[in-house]
């Protein structure tokens, strides 16, 4: 079975800080990984996504993710936090064993900037 | 292109009651999924319509159903409504076996029972 852990529910760095959330993938097959964000009281939003190609995403906003087998992860980073980053971010992963490609999702790391 | 539209954006109902919500998905997309966020977790997959056909259906009672019309918009039903049943219902669109390809997310219906 697919799974996606997310370590750390709440992160917190100053504007202007490096980004650090990390996500974690068991896959009996080779994953297809995404990670979305989600704004207070709106629906998800595609940042960036691993599907094989390059390990190395880069996504919206100045996001980026690095897809490690050996580590099984996909952590998501961003040089220098913006106020505006501060939402709840989730990894997912895409259920290709089963056909359907549903998404399983980890449980959510909410990013809050000081500034 | 309008993407994935969802209504209503809020809904109060109370305990036994049923409800209906209403996704249309992204233009050119033939698949639907639907997802339940409870408050503070991720998002957990309901089912999932492709040709009117449900597919694929996650750890949900009964009480849920779906439907997906010609059209491939798609509806959600729960019927006895449980104050558990109270979450963000979040409906996906993607093209069919494009695993490859991102699902586009609506806003979200908020369900509140009371």
């Known amino acids: 079975a697919q799974s996606v852990t997310q370590l750390g529910s709440h992160v917190s760095v100053s504007e202007g800080a490096l980004v650090l959330l990390r996500c974690n993938y068991s896959s009996s097959v080779p994953p297809y990984l995404f990670w979305y964000v989600q704004y207070p009281n709106q629906g998800l939003q595609l940042l960036l996504k691993y599907t094989s190609a390059a390990t190395l995403v880069k996504g919206i906003n100045g996001f980026e993710a690095e897809f490690k087998k050996s580590e099984t992860s996909f952590h998501l980073t961003k040089p220098s936090a913006h106020m505006s980053d501060a939402a709840e971010y989730f990894c997912?992963?895409?259920?290709?064993?089963?056909?359907?490609?549903?998404?399983?999702f980890g449980t959510g790391t909410r990013l809050k900037v000081l500034a | 292109d309008a993407g994935v539209t969802q209504s209503p954006t809020h809904l109060i109902k109370t305990r036994g009651q049923q409800v209906t919500l209403r996704c249309s998905p992204k233009?050119?997309?033939?698949?639907v999924s639907w997802y339940q966020q409870a408050l503070g977790q991720g998002p957990q997959f309901i089912f999932q319509?492709?040709?009117?056909?449900?597919?694929q259906r996650g750890n949900f009672p009964d009480r849920f159903s779906g439907h997906q019309f010609p059209n491939y918009s798609s509806e959600l039903n729960v019927n006895a409504l449980l104050l558990g049943d109270s979450a963000l219902y979040l409906c996906a669109s993607s093209p069919v076996n494009r695993g490859d390809t991102e699902a586009f997310f609506g806003q979200g219906t908020r369900l509140t029972v009371v």
């Open positions: 319509y492709y040709e009117e056909e449900e597919r």
């Open positions: 233009s050119g997309h033939d698949t």
């Open positions: 997912a992963v895409s259920d290709r064993a089963s056909g359907t490609y549903k998404y399983i």
